[in-house]
């Protein structure tokens, strides 16, 4: 057994003795290993960026592939929505979880981050291996010809096309960066500088499929690791699903960090309940190098 409870207080500040007895478990089943992570909407939260799924989270119709190529007023009512919403999102810091994670890895711990999330946030805390399993808010695409383009300077063009629009101090903001505006009438849609055609945010829309090369690199990531975290997610995507069912059909350790109930529960090694940035930030003090 670690002795993270005995000698190392600082090491889970904050943490009740129920949570910190699971810490203690958790660091036993990782130690010496090396670790791939899954991250879900949880991890951002204290950044500002509310849970799709979590306890309070409030119900929401994300739009579809389909509306979004299908319909021009659903195309302009996800671009204003977007824009205000990518503003606040872009002004989000990395909390301590992210950091953490980035510092596990650069210890030679964690083998890389595989995340549901958009935001950017791992990347911009130093994370090197990052799998961007839905996508990032940073890029456009155009679906005609597909040229790419950075979303600050897309941005630029959207509020040089339309200077009536504002950017709110406090923006109502969702895991996917998106808002619902009260009006996008007179909205001008931005189109690709290239060809014309119609750009989409480089993300898997609901409905959409994530890209077969992005989750074999994640799938990649896990077979080359000695455990996995999963942090932040309730698992309802069936992604996460199948990510816990490949470790543990390889009888690797798997520990689930999450307030509340999840879907690999039953499966997991450990399961703690509590706040991910601190149960993170207790890892990487606690965790030995790997083997």
Known sequence: MSTLLDH???????????TADAVERAVDALSGRRIAVLTGAGVSTD???????????PT???MT???FLSSASSRRRYWVGSHLGWRAFAAAQPNDGHLALAELE??????GVITQNVDGLHVRAGSRRVVELHGT?????CTHCGQVFDRRDLAARVEADNPWITVPDAVELG???????SSSDGFVVPDCSVCHGMLKPDVVFFGEYIPVAKFTEAEQLVQTSEALVIAGSSLVVNSGIR???RARRRKLPVVIVNRGQTRGDARATVKIDAGTTEVLRAFARALPAAR
């Open 106 to 111: 650069s210890r030679g711990i964690a083998s």
């Open 65 to 67: 592939a389909q509306q």
């Open 60 to 62: 929401r119709t994300p």
């Open 8 to 18: 190392s207080h600082e090491a889970v500040p904050h943490l009740d003795p129920e």
């Open 175 to 181: 895991p996917d960066g998106d808002v619902l505006p």
């Open 243 to 245: 990510l816990l069912e």
């Open 47 to 57: 950044s500002g960026i509310p849970d799709y799924r979590g306890k309070g989270a």
């Open 137 to 141: 808010m940073r890029r456009v695409l």
